[in-house]
């Protein structure tokens, strides 16, 4: 798309961010600094973020103002999905051996994800707990992150630009880009292609995060466990973080459900086989 390409890790993954020309080292360094404060407010990873300092303690917490989006956008996916898709999934995660040390060692027994309504309190920013909690917002987290960065660089006047973060992205531009679809069985194929010009497009599949028999990091609140319905989802929408928290939504809902308050595109790989995608979906299939 461009001559300038920026590369660099962040949040514990590979990033990208593609303009037509060369971005400027002070904006380069509010970039890193926005992301910076969203790790140290929302990673459960880091002992000195704000989620980890509030499953310490419980009470009351008073998230920064961009909270807000994401906390909002939970709340309508809780309802939406029947609680299946839930913030309070971190212990679970934690209990099957994704937790801040990367164990990867299930521990004994099972875990039990509580209720948004028996533990959860959000009154804009302010979030309190009647018992410490600890919060994971990996379901939205990363594509809310894509379009804070989206927005940096609209706001410093920046042209047509390309914010990708492994696989998710933010594109603003004219002319169409062309997505891989990941097969979640093998990296090294593709099940189709997704046209993008100007929105965001976001997938989610266990194989991305996975460690032993069947773990990996989409996780059933009912249960405690990862999912197994289905193997692989992709959305676009106009915003990444609309997109990362419908394609974990689409592990535990049916489309047509979401479809009724998001406007969206998809395709989904169900563990029983075949590929379900809708009728708007703008790209080709292969399989």
């Not at 590369?7 to 992301?35: C, K, M, N, Y």
């Amino acid at each position: 798309m461009s001559p300038s390409r920026e590369v660099f890790d962040a949040i514990g993954t590979s990033w990208s961010i593609e303009t037509a020309t060369a971005l400027p080292t002070p904006l380069l360094v509010t970039i890193h600094q926005r992301i910076e404060q969203f790790d140290r407010t929302y990673s459960r990873f880091r002992p000195d973020s704000l989620v980890s300092a509030f499953a310490a303690t419980g009470g009351s917490c008073e998230f920064p103002p961009d909270a807000i989006a994401l906390l909002h956008l939970y709340r309508e996916l809780y309802e939406l999905t029947g609680g299946r898709v839930s913030p309070l999934v971190g212990s679970a995660l934690e209990h099957l051996g994704y937790d801040a040390g990367y164990s990867l060692r299930r521990r004994p027994g099972s875990a039990t994800v509580p209720r948004w309504t028996d533990v959860l309190t959000v009154e804009g920013t302010t979030v309190s707990a009647r018992k410490p909690v600890l919060l994971d917002f990996g379901a939205a987290g990363k594509g809310y992150l894509i379009d804070l960065l989206a927005l940096i660089l609209r706001e410093h006047d920046v042209g047509d630009y390309l914010v990708d973060g492994s696989g998710d992205l933010a594109r603003r531009g004219q002319d169409v880009f062309r997505v891989g679809l990941e097969h979640p069985a093998d990296p090294t194929k593709v099940i189709g292609v997704a046209n993008v010009t100007s929105g965001a497009l976001c997938g989610s599949a266990g194989n991305r995060r996975a460690w032993g028999d069947g773990l990996h990091h989409i996780v059933d609140p009912r249960t405690g466990e990862p999912a197994t319905e289905i193997l692989a989802t992709w959305v676009v929408a106009e915003s990444a973080l609309i997109a990362d928290g419908l394609a974990t939504a689409l592990f535990f809902a049916e489309p047509r459900d979401l479809a009724a308050r998001f406007s969206f595109s998809y395709v989904r790989m169900p563990a029983t086989g075949g590929v379900e995608y809708s009728t708007n979906f703008d790209g080709e299939l292969f399989t």
